[in-house]
């Protein structure tokens, strides 16, 4: 009897819930059967067999411990929050963003990977800010706030910008990326810290003190030879640089070999004659010019073993000849015995 009874109240619940509303919501179509049994309404683990991972939210690490009410607020399934912050306060108070994911997994909220989580950032870790401590940077009222100061060098920087007098960075107008200036990969400001690539300090450029070239905390220097070898310019006298007219770009002659030498003029062949190539090449300027006080002047006939009766002979057909160095080389520019005639 109490078998039939049991029948009869199961079939009248049955088609009771036929007529009525589903209390997990209009779109449920998850068969009863799934998750309840005859013992009543209530979940029956025993027979429990809803697949969670074919939802938006997959039960996985800690997920499948957790009461099923703790998402599931109401009766309505899709009610509940597949994202992180639906169930979870946000104890970084969006100041790392709302995806948790990006830091957390389900299995733990420790994060064990954090450099490389910050190389996908807008600041990257590198150099000597791989070791850096992340409250240097992320300065907030709690440890658990990522307040960023900035991205920019001088945002955590300012302060030793600043400070600094030697140089002023303030009155030079330094620019405010230090990279510029700074290597990322030393832990010192100056000395091994500092670089100074657009302008090599090498050879004879090898230069320990600032104040040598940047004087009066002038550190808008100009890069030209001549805005600092005025004096040697003008002082140099073997040769005369000012009366020969030599350029001022002493690069053009020098290389950065302490003490200007070795000194090589190599477009003497194509601008003046061939010294570098040819009969002529290995000659040394004194040679040709003899007067070391006006390169201006040269010698063809001093260096050349011939009379002048012996030339004139032969010579006595060419128009305009003359014996003197200047004619010598209006005929002769690349120095064969042609010329260009």
Not at 295 to 323: L, N, P, R, V
Request: glycine share 6%; charged share 20%.
């Amino acid at each position: 009897m109490r078998i039939l009874s049991f029948i009869i109240i199961s079939l009248i619940m049955f088609f009771v819930n036929l007529s009525t509303d589903s209390p997990h919501g209009a779109d449920f179509k998850v068969s009863c059967t799934v998750c309840h049994s005859a013992k009543g309404w209530e979940l029956d683990k025993e027979i429990y067999a809803f697949d969670h991972n074919t939802t938006k939210l997959p039960l996985v690490g800690q997920h499948k411990t957790i009461n099923c009410k703790m998402c599931h607020t109401t009766l309505v399934f899709s009610q509940a929050k597949s994202e992180c912050v639906g169930c979870h306060t946000d104890v970084h108070s969006q100041t790392l963003g709302l995806d948790c994911e990006r830091c957390h997994t389900p299995n733990s909220w420790i994060v064990g990977n954090v450099k490389t989580i910050h190389q996908q950032s807008r600041f990257p870790l590198i150099g000597v800010h791989s070791t850096a401590d992340c409250l240097q940077c992320h300065k907030a009222e709690n440890i658990l706030r990522f307040d960023v100061l900035g991205v920019a060098c001088v945002d955590c920087h300012r302060d030793k910008y600043l400070a600094t007098t030697m140089p002023n960075h303030t009155s030079a107008k330094f620019s405010n990326e230090c990279i510029e200036c700074h290597f990322i990969n030393s832990y010192e400001w100056a000395g091994k810290g500092f670089n100074h690539d657009y302008f090599p300090l090498k050879q004879g450029h090898a230069i320990q003190e600032c104040t040598k070239c940047h004087k009066n905390n002038d550190y808008n220097l100009s890069k030209e030879c001549y805005s600092c070898h005025e004096a040697n310019y003008r002082l140099a006298n073997n040769p005369n640089h000012v009366t020969s007219g030599f350029p001022t770009d002493c690069s053009i002659c020098h290389s950065l070999a302490p003490g200007w030498r070795p000194a090589d003029f190599k477009q003497h062949d194509s601008q003046y004659f061939p010294i570098s190539s040819g009969k002529h090449k290995g000659l040394s300027c004194s040679e040709c010019h003899l007067n070391a006080s006006d390169y201006k002047i040269f010698s063809c006939i001093d260096c050349h073993e011939h009379t002048q009766s012996k030339m004139d002979s032969e010579h006595d057909e060419e128009a305009g000849y003359s014996y003197n160095s200047n004619k010598c080389y209006s005929c002769h520019p690349r120095g064969d015995k042609g010329g260009d005639k």
